[in-house]
């Protein structure tokens, strides 16, 4: 997504808000070992049938010109920097890193190079295949390797609890600044992920995570970056859908549903991340894959797909997605026993909306 682009989850969906959950360290590990051999397949708030007769190629259309400019795409291995900005919770970092993990966690069969067994399917490393179909002008596809190469953490809010999308550029720099935390131009990607007291120009009213690349005059380098923000306390049924939802639904409408880590900010977090990760592999230096014909506000792969879940998706509704055994939902799994909620992207050969969960 653009810095202009808007990023409002279908908002048409509207939701209540919802207090963030607190979860013990017991509870913590709980979740991250949970296990569900035969999941509940829902489809909450199902549409009317005249409007979901076709359940395949949610969110096709043949007037979605989705278009290459002939820019790179992250062809090689994908080395992400992760700068975590206010205070974090331990817990709420590993289920970040999990989450990022499982991309290149390929096959049940087989081992990653950290030596963690991979994740069962529908899992994240098959939503990400559909970014990889990306390609570049030599047809180079979107790496399927990536790697969390570094972090560096400013628990001190050193540039202030409200930033704009100019000084969040600073606060890259800093981080680049501070031994060991590397310039890396050429397969790197810096995701600054912001606490839920920190305030970001737009965040809420226009956007939940925005991706973009760093001005040289500030940063020193032209480095590929995005920012994601924790929504829990400043508008989770913004930007944490669907985990919440705005009261005035009431109890006819889209009732909210159970994150699948038992943290509403973080659970919603990982979608936005998953967004941008996809945009930015694909349109790092926005010159490469989107819609439309104004580069400062491209439409680009996951754009395309805001709100979309799962099968029989669209017009409002999520589509199908799974349910554990403690009622938490998902569409995906991860390392660790890990289950994750994420938005579907858009698949330029089906020219639809795609995941690893679908049931076309």
Same mark, same amino acid.
């Given at each position: 997504?653009?810095?202009?682009?808007?990023?409002? !989850?279908?908002?048409?969906?509207?939701?209540?808000?919802?207090?963030?959950?607190?979860?013990?360290?017991?509870?913590?590990?709980?979740?991250?070992?949970?296990?569900?051999?035969? +999941?509940?397949?829902?489809?909450?708030?199902?549409?009317?049938?005249?409007?979901?007769?076709?359940?395949?190629?949610?969110?096709?259309?043949?007037?979605?010109?989705?278009?290459?400019?002939?820019?790179?795409?992250?062809?090689?291995?994908?080395?992400?920097?992760?700068?975590?900005?206010?205070?974090?919770?331990?817990?709420?970092?590993?289920?970040?890193?999990?989450?990022?993990?499982?991309?290149?966690?390929?096959?049940?069969?087989?081992?990653?190079?950290?030596?963690?067994?991979?994740? +069962?399917?529908?899992?994240?490393?098959?939503?990400?295949?559909?970014?990889?179909?990306?390609?570049?002008?030599?047809?180079?596809?979107?790496?399927?390797?990536?790697?969390?190469?570094?972090?560096?953490?400013?628990?001190?809010?050193?540039?202030?609890?409200?930033?704009?999308?100019?000084?969040?550029?600073?606060?890259?720099?800093?981080?680049?600044?501070?031994?060991?935390?590397?310039?890396?131009?050429?397969?790197?990607?810096?995701?600054?992920?912001?606490?839920?007291?920190?305030?970001?120009?737009?965040?809420?009213?226009?956007?939940?995570?925005?991706?973009? !690349?760093?001005?040289?005059?500030?940063?020193?380098?032209?480095?590929?970056?995005?920012?994601?923000?924790?929504?829990?306390?400043?508008?989770?049924?913004?930007?944490?859908?669907?985990?919440?939802?705005?009261?005035?639904?009431?109890?006819?409408?889209?009732?909210?549903?159970?994150?699948?880590?038992?943290?509403?900010?973080?659970?919603?977090?990982?979608?936005?991340?998953?967004?941008?990760?996809?945009?930015?592999?694909?349109?790092?230096?926005?010159?490469?894959?989107?819609?439309?014909?104004?580069?400062?506000?491209?439409?680009?792969?996951?754009?395309?797909?805001?709100?979309?879940?799962?099968?029989?998706?669209?017009?409002?509704?999520?589509?199908?997605?799974?349910?554990?055994?403690?009622?938490?939902?998902?569409?995906?799994?991860?390392?660790?026993?890990?289950?994750?909620?994420?938005?579907?992207?858009?698949? +330029?050969?089906?020219?639809?909306?795609?995941? +690893?969960?679908?049931?076309?």
């Amino acid at each position: 997504m653009s810095p202009t682009h808007s990023f409002f !989850f279908f908002l048409s969906l509207t939701f209540t808000c919802f207090a963030v959950l607190s979860v013990s360290a017991e509870q913590q590990h709980q979740t991250q070992t949970l296990t569900t051999k035969h +999941p509940e397949y829902i489809n909450p708030k199902l549409p009317p049938k005249i409007l979901s007769s076709s359940k395949k190629f949610e969110g096709s259309s043949d007037l979605v010109n989705l278009r290459y400019h002939m820019g790179p795409v992250l062809s090689s291995p994908i080395n992400i920097y992760l700068i975590w900005y206010g205070k974090w919770e331990k817990s709420q970092k590993l289920l970040i890193k999990d989450f990022i993990i499982s991309i290149s966690s390929t096959t049940p069969s087989s081992k990653t190079k950290t030596g963690v067994k991979p994740s +069962p399917n529908p899992s994240v490393s098959q939503w990400w295949q559909t970014v990889s179909l990306y390609t570049d002008q030599t047809n180079a596809n979107v790496s399927r390797n990536i790697l969390i190469a570094g972090e560096y953490t400013d628990s001190a809010y050193s540039h202030g609890n409200q930033l704009t999308r100019l000084s969040v550029q600073q606060v890259i720099a800093s981080a680049v600044k501070s031994a060991p935390f590397p310039v890396d131009h050429k397969n790197g990607i810096y995701l600054i992920l912001t606490a839920p007291e920190v305030t970001m120009q737009d965040f809420c009213r226009a956007v939940c995570g925005f991706h973009y !690349f760093t001005f040289p005059s500030l940063v020193g380098y032209t480095l590929p970056y995005a920012w994601i923000g924790n929504s829990a306390k400043q508008c989770p049924e913004v930007c944490a859908y669907p985990f919440a939802v705005p009261g005035y639904m009431g109890g006819g409408g889209q009732q909210s549903l159970k994150p699948p880590n038992g943290d509403v900010g973080v659970d919603g977090m990982i979608s936005v991340i998953a967004h941008e990760l996809a945009e930015l592999s694909t349109n790092p230096l926005v010159n490469a894959w989107y819609a439309g014909e104004d580069p400062t506000a491209p439409t680009e792969i996951g754009d395309l797909c805001e709100g979309l879940y799962g099968t029989g998706g669209g017009g409002g509704y999520i589509g199908q997605v799974m349910k554990d055994g403690e009622g938490r939902t998902f569409n995906m799994n991860g390392i660790r026993g890990r289950k994750f909620l994420v938005q579907w992207i858009w698949n +330029p050969v089906l020219k639809a909306c795609a995941g +690893p969960n679908s049931l076309d």
